[in-house]
């Protein structure tokens, strides 16, 4: 297994958490996605449509924009009911991937699906023997330990206006948010770090990723990936105010971090490359 620190086993993979909307256009750069593909090393890939209720033209998408990649196989993987998470078929799709990738949707589909399923033990197996799990929106937001799941964006946050849930644990003391900047989520992701400060508050960008490897990643693609750390928070409302009341939260550092910037999640340090 990888080295160990803090008493937690550090997986020799990497994660690869998108905003949503990256890149897909054959004749486009698809940063992303080449990074994606080269990091599998022509090995197959799994395309894990779970998230989505709806999951017709997810694949063939997928496959047009990883056509000309350099990849091995590319399979689609979905659980339309949870009783399908131990259906050996579903389960040998995972048994020689070398990555598999969250499509977007909901992302409680994710892990009332496969949540404490065969599959996804199979997942965090992958990972920690230096596989590549790559999700984009639902898909990014899964990966924490605590995941949002609903609040209102473009505007001040609300004490109750907050909806989290359990994710799958592959990153541990943060809470991500997607379509940051495009959809005006600031507001709920500094409500996600008052709930609990010991955890850093990341939002990224459209058409941008975190790569993350051990305890740092790096960015990504066009836009920006915003880090909130409320750890020396000297304020905060949340456990006195009425539910309709507007967030109060006294010094918060914030990171903006644009492509090949890095970010250290153990010492919450931003530094550039060299």
């Given amino acids: 297994m990888a ?7 550090r997986p020799k993979g990497t994660l ?3 905003g949503g909307h990256e890149d ?49 196989e590319l ?6 009911e949870r009783s399908q998470a131990s259906d050996r078929e579903k389960l040998d799709v995972l048994d020689d991937a070398a990555a598999i990738f969250f499509s977007g949707g909901d992302q409680l589909r994710i892990t009332s699906q ?18 590549v799990v790559a999700g984009t929106s639902a898909g990014a ?45 600031m507001g709920r992701l500094l409500g996600a770090v008052a709930h609990n400060p010991r955890v850093l508050g990341i939002g990224i960008d459209e058409d941008t990723a975190a790569v993350l490897e051990g305890d740092e990643f790096q960015v990504i693609g066009s836009g920006g990936v915003y880090v909130v750390d409320g750890s020396h928070v000297s304020y905060c409302n949340v456990a006195e105010a009425r539910a309709d009341c507007a967030l109060s939260m006294h010094d918060v550092k914030v990171h903006v971090l644009s492509s090949g910037d890095c970010f250290n999640l153990k010492t919450r340090t931003p530094r550039r490359p060299g």
């Avoid at 399979?75 to 339309?80: A, K």
């Avoid at 209102?152 to 909806?163: M, P, Y």
């Fill in 3 to 9: 080295d160990t620190s803090g008493g937690e086993t």
């Fill in 16 to 18: 690869i958490i998108i």
């Fill in 24 to 72: 897909r256009d054959p004749k486009g750069d698809r940063t992303i996605l080449r990074e994606f593909a080269r990091r599998a090393k022509g090995g197959k890939i799994v395309l894990a449509t779970v998230a989505s209720h709806r999951p017709e033209g997810y694949f063939e998408e997928y496959e047009a924009a990883f056509a000309d990649l350099e990849i091995g």
């Fill in 75 to 80: 399979i689609e993987l979905y659980v339309e």
């Fill in 114 to 131: 496969i949540g404490d399923t065969s599959i996804e033990d199979k997942v965090r197996r992958l990972y920690e023997r230096g596989g």
């Fill in 141 to 185: 937001s899964v990966m924490s330990e605590t995941m949002l799941v609903k609040g209102t964006s473009k505007e001040t946050h609300r004490i109750g206006d907050l909806h989290m849930a359990p994710g799958m644990g592959l990153v541990h003391n943060v809470i991500i948010d997607q379509h940051f900047a495009e959809r005006g989520r």
